[in-house]
C-alpha cells in the first residue's frame, strides 16, 4: 500500500488504471457486493475518490496525456466525464486551442 501511495503521487492516473483492473477482476469474479465499495477498500482510499477515480476511466485517452503531462488537473476536466466521446472531443479541441494561445490551464 506504501508504494501504491508513493506511485500515485508521482502519477495520479496509477489509481484510475489500478480502479479498472480490479473492477475487471471483480467482475470476473461475480463479485455480490458494491463494487466501488470494495475497491476503495482494496486501494485504501475513501470511497468518494474511488467514485472520481471510476468517472475519470471515462475520459477519452488524449485528456489522459494532457493530464499525465501536467497541461490541465485531473479535477479541472473531470466534468468530461459527463459527456459523449464526440462532446469530449469538443472539449478537447477547446482546451488544445487555449493551450496553442498559451493560456494557462493549471493553477
Not at 10 to 34: I, M, T, V, W
Not at 48 to 69: E, G, H, K
Not at 85 to 102: F, P
Request: charged share 25%.
Amino acid at each position: 500500500m506504501t508504494n501504491s501511495h508513493r506511485d500515485s503521487s508521482k502519477d495520479p492516473l496509477l489509481y484510475c488504471k489500478r480502479y479498472k483492473a480490479h473492477e475487471a477482476y471483480l467482475e470476473d469474479s461475480n463479485f455480490k457486493g458494491n463494487i466501488t465499495e470494495e475497491i476503495a477498500k482494496r486501494l485504501g482510499i475513501s470511497v468518494q475518490q474511488a467514485y472520481r477515480y471510476n468517472q475519470f476511466n471515462r475520459i477519452i485517452s488524449p485528456v489522459w496525456d494532457l493530464v499525465q503531462d501536467g497541461t490541465v488537473a485531473m479535477t479541472s476536466v473531470l466534468g468530461m466525464s459527463n459527456y459523449d466521446k464526440h462532446d469530449q472531443e469538443d472539449i478537447l479541441n477547446i482546451l488544445q486551442d487555449s493551450i496553442k494561445r498559451g493560456e494557462k490551464l493549471t493553477t
